[in-house]
């Protein structure tokens, strides 16, 4: 027993320490993913109209005080640096509180009103609209497993997209509408504010990755000055970016 313990032990040393060397890769994704998004959304921002106006009492603390023209072109600008800066892996650790900040603000201000799902169901479950006194109606884990992203606004959403669908199938060439895609009904929840704000939150902690990043030769680099500033041989250690 204690053979197959330790041989296993073994194994799983080996495999961490080649797993070790693909760390950066989790970092790469995540600004991979990022990068763009953050980048079409500040240049959207910046080669379009000021509309903070229109939600800044519902910004939250200091936000709703601060003049909208200074929210608008902070957001803007970190948006889009920010993006290019994720994609380069340049500062990640730095730059990805300001864009965290911007995802919380956005969620709160714009979002969260409207619960979670950023697309309404377009067939909501009949027992997430049915009476929760019904014994039909399903249990509780049943009702949280599949109508987490159904509430008062989706189901009318849901309607409202069945009515316009109705609509196409008489008026329009429904097959062609629907096709490569089927038709939806946006409710603009806090579901992508909330990924791409816990993305960022990673993206503080694991840095922007070995071997695929700037971040990570940069520390390199450091790493080498100071070992001749020191009068080390060879290339000292160096923090992983």
Same mark, same amino acid.
């Given at each position: 027993?204690?053979?197959?313990? @330790?041989?296993?032990?073994?194994? %799983? ?9 693909? $760390? ?15 980048? @079409?959304? +500040?240049?959207?921002?910046? &080669? +379009? ?21 200074? &929210? ?28 965290? =900040? ?5 969620? %709160? ?10 697309? *309404?169901? &377009?067939?909501?479950? /009949? ?16 009702r949280v497993i599949r109508c987490q ?16 669908k109705g609509i196409l199938r008489?008026?329009?060439?429904? *097959? ?5 895609? @089927?038709? =939806? ?22 840095? +922007?990755?070995? %071997?695929?990043?700037? $971040? %990570? ?7 080498? $000055?100071?070992?001749? @500033? ?6 000292? /250690?160096?923090?992983?970016?």
């Amino acid at each position: 027993m204690n053979s197959i313990t @330790a041989g296993l032990g073994s194994l %799983y040393d080996r495999c961490t320490r080649v797993l070790a060397h693909f $760390d950066g890769v989790p970092a790469l994704l995540l600004r991979l993913i990022l990068g763009p998004v953050l980048i @079409a959304a +500040g240049w959207e921002k910046l &080669s +379009g109209e000021n509309w903070f106006a229109g939600i800044q009492g519902a910004m939250p603390f200091p936000f709703h005080i601060v003049p909208v023209e200074i &929210s608008w072109f902070l957001a803007s600008w970190t948006e889009f640096l920010g993006g290019i800066a994720l994609l380069l892996g340049l500062g990640t650790r730095i730059i990805a509180l300001p864009l965290a =900040v911007v995802m919380f603000v956005a969620g %709160y201000s714009v979002h969260l009103s409207n619960g979670w799902a950023a697309i *309404a169901p &377009s067939n909501p479950p /009949a027992l997430c609209t049915a009476d929760r006194s019904d014994p039909e109606a399903g249990g509780w884990l049943e009702r949280v497993i599949r109508c987490q992203s159904v509430n008062e606004r989706t189901i009318e959403a849901s309607e409202r997209l069945r009515r316009a669908k109705g609509i196409l199938r008489r008026h329009g060439n429904y *097959a062609y509408l629907n096709g490569n895609g @089927a038709i =939806v009904k946006l409710n603009s929840g806090i579901e992508f504010s909330a990924i791409y704000f816990a993305m960022l939150l990673s993206l503080m902690a694991i840095g +922007g990755g070995r %071997y695929l990043s700037l $971040d %990570y030769f940069l520390a390199r680099r450091h790493g080498r $000055d100071r070992g001749r @500033a020191r009068g080390l041989p060879g290339e000292t /250690a160096f923090v992983k970016s």
